[in-house]
């Protein structure tokens, strides 16, 4: 006798775990946090020196395992030649390369910033497309570049999550995510909507300036009765 044929099986769709309620103890000290971040410096912004669109993705994906510092040295004499997507590659990469060899990785990164210039050019008219999906396609801009940008220009409200804000919200005890990306999940859950577009900036100048790595200092620091983890620091 032949036996029944079997039902194909459903493949399985893995669900991302529901997000955990946050208590309103804790949404109030959050929202007591971000407003004292507001009262220290209502709009922050990237200490990245940028004239347009296009001269800020190109300064955010230099950056990338570089400082602030180095990259503004080495965009300030670029930027004055190559200011847009059509000089850059122009420049091309055999002359790109003599003002960036001061940062990580120029090699690379001038590959990519001549082709991302290609594709500006050929597909965009020049301009750099404001929207997350055309911005990652570039070479060279993932999705933290990406994040950088938009909430730069106030495009989107993103939090783009570099080591000072992952080390941050840890400390803060915003997150306890083991990635970048489960971070960002959750500082996009908890920080309050009006503080979004500013949330990345204030994390990263507090991580650079005040919580930073080796020894925080928390003496100055004007958030550090809301920190949690004050007590592991203080006196240290």
């Given at each position: 006798?032949a ?77 004055q ?28 990164k ?35 570049t ?56 204030w ?12 020894r ?14 004050r ?6």
């Amino acid at each position: 006798m032949a036996l029944p044929a079997r039902k194909p099986s459903k493949p399985l769709v893995k669900k991302r775990p529901a997000a955990k309620r946050v208590p309103p103890a804790e949404r109030e000290r959050v929202e007591v946090l971000f407003s004292r971040f507001e009262s220290l410096e209502d709009h922050p912004k990237t200490e990245l020196h940028y004239s347009n669109p296009y001269t800020l993705v190109t300064a955010v994906a230099l950056s990338a395992q570089a400082t602030d510092v180095q990259v503004n040295k080495a965009t300030g004499p670029l930027f004055q030649v190559a200011d847009s997507a059509a000089k850059m590659l122009e420049l091309g990469e055999e002359g790109l390369i003599p003002y960036i060899a001061s940062i990580g990785l120029y090699r690379t990164k001038a590959k990519n910033v001549i082709a991302a210039a290609r594709i500006l050019v050929e597909r965009h008219g020049g301009e750099v497309p404001l929207n997350r999906a055309a911005l990652e396609s570039l070479p060279g801009v993932g999705r933290k570049t990406a994040s950088v940008v938009l909430n730069e220009l106030d495009i989107e409200p993103a939090i783009a999550v570099d080591t000072h804000v992952f080390r941050v919200s840890h400390r803060l005890k915003l997150s306890a995510g083991k990635t970048p990306d489960a971070v960002e999940d959750d500082l996009m859950r908890i920080v309050p909507d009006r503080y979004k577009t500013r949330a990345h900036h204030w994390l990263i100048l507090h991580g650079r300036y005040v919580c930073v790595a080796r020894r925080p200092k928390c003496e100055i620091c004007r958030i550090a009765d809301l920190c949690p983890s004050r007590e592991l620091f203080v006196g240290a």
